[in-house]
């Protein structure tokens, strides 16, 4: 929790003004008390708008709350509170290339040096990860350079809400403009099918249907985010998003999928880069009832007959069932403790010993 949120102008002035009526009728209210002193059927009418005003003060204190101190994201980002977030968290830490990254990312790496870069969506990017250093990419960075020192430069180029045909538009530019890179890792999270699953536009729907259209909900904080609580506990639909992503993986929308993934594959091999695969769980229902395994199985099958190293982090995260692994009550994104989790086994899985030879062709 941060002490005193940024808010827009518009919102402070608002919130005054709400301040100096809500005074005004607290000081009216106690003076039409006194002058109907003894009379006690018109005070029972002053009393009802002082009991109204307490809770009106309650409300304006829980607002108060939320638009100054609270810091936090939720699942699809679409409270203020999580608007807020990722305007301070993710938009403001963005580098020259457009990405949330510390580094810049720079057309050509020094002599002897390989690039690792890292692709992928939300998961990728850090959603709810508030300190860059605690996610999974810049701990690999980090435990590369202790073995290696200066050999590697890992770059961070997530962005939230890709789809794989996003991704791989993203992995071909980068080709494309003839950025040095020696090996593209590409983060699966297993939502980036639902672009080719037609269920998902009726959901899409349905989430954008579930906007709130009053000021009262659309400008504040706390009731904003009140609003959506409510959504998402009494419409299953929106808890329920990715309920269907499962089957995906056994219908059309596999094929599709599959054909981006021999894309990446096929563009990074015709430019002499590695293609590697990490396929990352969601978090909920970690273990033996984990529901997507079936999935997770059918891209570790995709990948090894076609010597595409890959990482399965389901299993590596099924231990910690039962831990806290997610962002929080509302955001089951991997928390700090999962991406170091997903980071021990990058390195010692996918990247043990010495990764790539730096500075030649894989």
């Known amino acids: ?167 791989e538009g993203k992995l071909r530019d980068v080709l494309k403009k003839e950025y040095d890179v020696g090996t593209f890792v590409y983060v699966i999270c297993l939502n980036d099918i639902e672009y080719y699953d037609k269920r998902t536009e009726q959901n899409l729907a349905q989430l954008r249907d579930a906007q709130p259209h009053t000021f009262l909900f659309t400008k504040t904080y706390f009731l904003n985010w009140m609003y959506f609580r409510f959504v998402q506990a009494t419409r299953p639909e929106v808890r329920d998003y990715f309920s269907y992503l499962n089957e995906s993986y056994r219908s059309e929308a596999w094929t599709y999928f599959r054909l981006h993934l021999d894309g990446m594959r096929a563009a990074c091999k015709a430019d002499g880069v590695e293609f590697r695969v990490i396929v990352f769980p969601f978090m909920q229902k970690l273990g033996d009832e984990h529901p997507f395994r079936d999935a997770h199985k059918i891209i570790v099958d995709y990948c090894q007959p076609r010597g595409i190293p890959v990482l399965d982090l389901e299993p590596v995260m099924g231990e910690h069932a039962g831990e806290n692994l997610t962002v929080n009550r509302f955001d089951a994104h991997p928390n700090e403790a999962a991406h170091a989790i997903a980071a021990d086994a990058i390195l010692e899985q996918l990247l043990s010993e010495n990764p790539v030879s730096p500075g030649a062709s894989p």
């Open 1 to 167: 929790m941060t002490l005193m949120m940024p808010v827009s102008l518009g919102y402070l002035f608002g919130f005054c003004a709400w301040i100096i009526v809500l005074v005004a009728c607290f000081v009216l209210l106690l003076r039409r008390r006194r002058t109907l002193r003894g009379q006690t059927k018109r005070l029972r009418w002053v009393h009802l708008g002082l009991s109204a005003w307490m809770a009106l003060l309650l409300l304006t204190g829980c607002e108060a709350f939320f638009a100054f101190f609270v810091d936090h994201s939720d699942a699809f980002n679409m409270t203020n509170v999580s608007k807020r977030w990722f305007e301070q968290h993710i938009d403001r830490e963005r580098n020259d290339f457009g990405n949330r990254d510390v580094e810049p990312f720079l057309r050509n790496t020094p002599d002897g040096t390989h690039r690792i870069c890292f692709i992928g969506d939300s998961f990728t990017v850090g959603h709810g990860i508030e300190n860059i250093a605690d996610r999974f990419t810049d701990r690999v960075a980090a435990g590369l350079n202790r073995k290696f020192p200066g050999k590697y430069l890992v770059a961070n180029l997530g962005s939230p809400g890709l789809e794989i045909a996003q991704i």
